[in-house]
């Protein structure tokens, strides 16, 4: 039981501050082979907390308002209907144009050498830490009142994300745990308004189907499929919609 809604946000503050002072002290004296074995292990990890969220496919106020054999259809419809508008609509490849338009306009070749660096550094943490799949997956479950299991998870990748930043770009990276705690704060708070509206089965669909969308940023880790998850981030508005319209045709 979390002390608080929000702590999953605040553990990642703290993991990106200490990550950036710990950078910049050690720069890149941890070897490849390291950070390797860890981003496997977080890997490993993001799938068994996937599989426990997926598993609310299971849940019995689901079966109970859709019947025994709907809910895998509505997380395999929610998938599929998703996965298709973030595809024709190209959201993950506009994820990664915005975060290259910030980059080109903040870090013009005109300012001073100390403060390119400071601002690319700022710029793409902030990305890296705010700009993905478990950062809207995580702070929604936290705010729907799941507990903060994947924000941990996101606030181990992000602090060992911000030594290997910090190594090269300095305290731009630590700066950069205010965005995380702007979008993360955000995102739960709009989580938390939705677990007050939604009803339970449709949670227990929406977070079924998250679970999915997180097996897919372990498959990224583990760098045995690139999946494009911010393409499938549709099915999330997706699973409670269909759930009301098979509750409404039974």
């Known amino acids: 039981m979390d002390p608080f809604r929000g702590f999953g946000t605040a553990v990642n503050v703290v993991t990106v501050l200490a ?3 710990i950078g910049i002290v050690l720069g890149r004296r941890l070897p490849q082979r390291t950070r390797d074995t860890v981003t496997d292990a977080l890997g490993l990890v993001t799938l068994l907390i996937a599989a426990l969220a997926a598993a609310s496919v299971t849940s019995g106020t689901l079966t109970s308002a859709v019947g025994d054999s709907a809910p ?3 997380v395999l419809g929610s998938m599929l209907v998703g996965g298709i508008v973030g595809s024709l609509l190209r959201i993950e490849a506009g994820l990664e ?3 290259d338009r910030l980059q080109r306009r903040l870090t013009r070749s005109e300012q001073s050498e100390q403060r390119r660096r400071f601002v690319e550094g700022f710029v793409s943490s ?4 705010c700009v993905g799949p478990l950062t809207i997956l995580g702070s929604l479950n936290e705010g729907l009142g799941n507990g903060s299991d994947q924000l941990m998870l996101k606030s181990a990748l992000d602090g060992f994300a911000s030594m290997a930043f910090a190594a090269s770009f300095g305290w731009g990276v630590a700066a950069a745990a205010v965005s995380v705690l702007v979008v993360q704060g955000g995102l739960t708070g709009v989580g938390a308004m939705l677990g007050q509206l939604l009803p339970d089965p449709q949670l227990a669909a929406l977070s079924a189907t998250g679970g999915l969308l ?3 940023v372990g498959l990224r880790l583990l760098q045995i499929k690139a999946v494009p998850v911010g393409d499938l981030l549709p099915a999330l508005l997706v699973a409670p919609l269909l759930t009301e319209l098979v509750i409404a045709i039974r």
């Open 72 to 74: 895998v259809l509505i």
């Open 97 to 99: 144009n915005i975060g």
């Open 19 to 21: 990550g950036s002072g």
């Open 214 to 216: 997180l097996a897919g």
């Open 126 to 129: 902030s990305l890296v830490f």
